[in-house]
């Protein structure tokens, strides 16, 4: 379980760009037959891209994530959400590869959401933004490639929403991606994952504060909010890794009231929760889990007809203790892979870290993202 | 997977009885150290008691349960929550077995609870009812028993929180207990097993109609409470039985408005979130989830002394699918039994419905009650 720390080897300072596509043919024609537009993306990018555009490697973050994959922004004190995995000498060498991460459609990181300007009304979309997919996640970031002047990823990358953008990609634009790693996600949410995010999702609209999506002038649902993220988090711990951080200790002091959280555990999902609300947007929540929740690959199909037509080359990883997004799901896009002739690795490692691995157990993550990118690119991956 | 319907075979329509210690002394002194009276039990009987009193089992409901534990309300559709396991012929054989199931203290179902009248205000108890523990619970009940005559008794049983019951029974009251069927529960709440509450009880406190539990002359917090019940839902399933029983399948007919559900998963949430509000309190589900989360047999020692001093034969059983209360927990209680030279017998059955199984599973279960008590009050069990 070893989560060392790399600061040392940081990619240093970094900025978000941001790329909007505003022309009058430029909107996005949705999944569900709607339009959006103008859309901006925001965006990052590490390492340099090399003269044959063949160095990019597109990052795709999780729920709650944005851009911020890797290094500091000016001023700040903890660096991006996987930069343990990113800089020069790590999994995704910005020494060798040209990294990039966009925050996704429906969000509230700097990309167009619910929280925009409604270009209609001058107002924020709120509710009347439209209902997006993944697949209109990545059909935006692939405006973002060709803006970037990138026709072929060296490989596509994340995990649990992120895979489930990976696994898209590799789909809908087979001859723009060369290689995937899914990791900790799947083919299309299971029930138990609807229903996890439903309860969320529930929490908001209960909280008065929405009401009704409408709530950018005055008090955002932050009671509500905080519920659907303290959900999350217990589905993001393992029994065993909440066994360990936790027990069942107490926290200090005397309780200030009846049911104020008083074990350790308690606290810790009041502290998530509370710092949530501070950075996401409600309806970004409702947009985005209904995304994941609409994932299916399957769409009605066999699994031999999952991958179908797919170049890339994958590797996918799974963690054993992760019981939102079971390795048997990740089992599943392999099985997927080897049915359509995709060649695919697959590696189940052995953290107790639950759904959080992705994030937290880096260290033979990156031998396994090394060693696989130095094979799809060419080289054997032991240079360093 | 049988779920035979045995209504057959039922014992009948039954009466909710009421037995109230009110005297002076009669006050219960609370593991908090605070005195609580009067005290109401609600309870429920089915078969009769010898003339020995030797035959009295006593069952326990888990969270949301109460006393009507098997047979029919007159006018009802719907018989007691186990009622498949409790009859002529059933489980725990009314032709033999004089069987009592009462309501915990701190409930909503007749027993004395914070919606209960405060006889120091007149007004219901709201957030002045005390801190109620496991083994609160079970020392109101010892009193019941001392009322019904019955000085010893043949068998405590229970799943989940009822198990508890069972397990601070044969702990508490060693002289009086001669057998205990703990079923899918454990001897004290893992942090994740407290989580899960935590959500549902900020999930109650965030919903404004809460009013710091002064709600009972007002509108009572449906909407958080509702969340509550979706959470313990999930958590009741296993992610098997929910693919087999709703997999991806949408609702029938055109979406009301965005985010109503519309997977069958998520309207079926709801639906057991709006009947619960009907016949739940809310105050009730913080108290009682308050009460699993601080038991813990352990009490700092080791699983050595746990059930020092037992003198009960236990019936150990769990599911394999059961994911709320893992059979590694189950597991532990035996270990404790065997460290304890406790007599005790494990079974852990192959069922997929997750932690309902205890009230769903009950044909296996049936075999291994039945011989076991048979056991227990000395014949073979296999006469029927």
Redesign the interface.
């Known amino acids: 379980m070893g989560t060392v720390s790399k600061k040392d080897k940081n990619i240093g300072i970094v900025e978000t760009k941001y790329f909007t596509f505003a022309g009058p043919a430029d909107d996005l024609l949705l999944e569900s037959g709607e339009k959006l537009g103008p859309i901006t993306l925001a965006y990052e990018t590490c390492g340099n891209l090399d003269a044959a555009k063949s160095n990019a490697v597109l990052i795709f973050h999780a729920l709650s994530g944005d851009a911020h994959v890797a290094g500091y922004h000016e001023g700040d004190t903890s660096p991006g959400w996987w930069d343990d995995m990113i800089g020069p000498g790590k999994a995704f060498d910005t020494d060798k590869y040209f990294v990039i991460c966009s925050n996704v459609i429906g969000a509230c990181k700097g990309s167009t959401g619910p929280s925009s300007e409604n270009p209609q009304t001058g107002r924020p979309y709120d509710?009347d933004f439209p209902?997006v997919t993944v697949k209109d996640m990545v059909n935006a970031q692939a405006r973002l490639m060709d803006h970037l002047g990138i026709d072929r990823l060296l490989c596509v990358a994340g995990g649990s929403m992120g895979g489930m953008q990976a696994l898209q990609w590799a789909v809908t634009y087979p001859d723009r991606v060369r290689s995937a790693i899914p990791i900790a996600t799947a083919a299309?949410?299971?029930?138990?994952q609807?229903?996890?995010n439903?309860?969320g999702?529930?929490?908001i609209?209960?909280?008065?504060n929405w009401n009704g999506?409408d709530y950018y002038s005055g008090t955002p649902p932050t009671?509500?909010l905080?519920?659907a993220r303290?959900?999350g988090?217990?589905t993001y711990?393992s029994?065993e890794s909440?066994?360990v951080?936790?027990?069942?200790r107490l926290r200090e002091g005397e309780l200030k009231e009846?049911?104020a959280?008083d074990?350790?555990?308690?606290g810790y999902?009041?502290y998530r929760?509370d710092n949530f609300v501070k950075r996401f947007d409600a309806n970004s929540y409702?947009y985005i889990t209904?995304a994941l929740?609409y994932f299916?690959l399957y769409n009605g199909k066999g699994l031999e007809h999952l991958l179908r037509g797919v170049k890339a080359r994958f590797l996918v990883v799974a963690f054993k203790s992760d019981?939102l997004y079971?390795p048997y799901q990740s089992r599943e896009i392999v099985k997927a892979c080897k049915l359509s002739g995709v060649d695919a690795t697959y590696c189940e490692l052995n953290s107790s870290y639950g759904h959080d691995a992705f994030l937290l157990e880096t260290e033979e993550q990156e031998y396994l993202v090394k060693h696989f990118l130095a094979s799809v690119s060419g080289g054997n991956g032991n240079e360093h």
């Not at 074990?263 to 308690?266: G, R």
């Open positions: 509710l209902i299309r949410h299971s029930p138990q609807i229903a996890f439903e309860v999702r529930q929490a609209m209960a909280d008065p999506g009671r509500g905080s519920v303290m959900v988090h217990i711990m029994d909440m066994a951080k936790f027990g069942r009846k049911f959280p074990f350790e555990v308690e999902l009041q929760g409702l209904k929740d299916d019981w079971p």
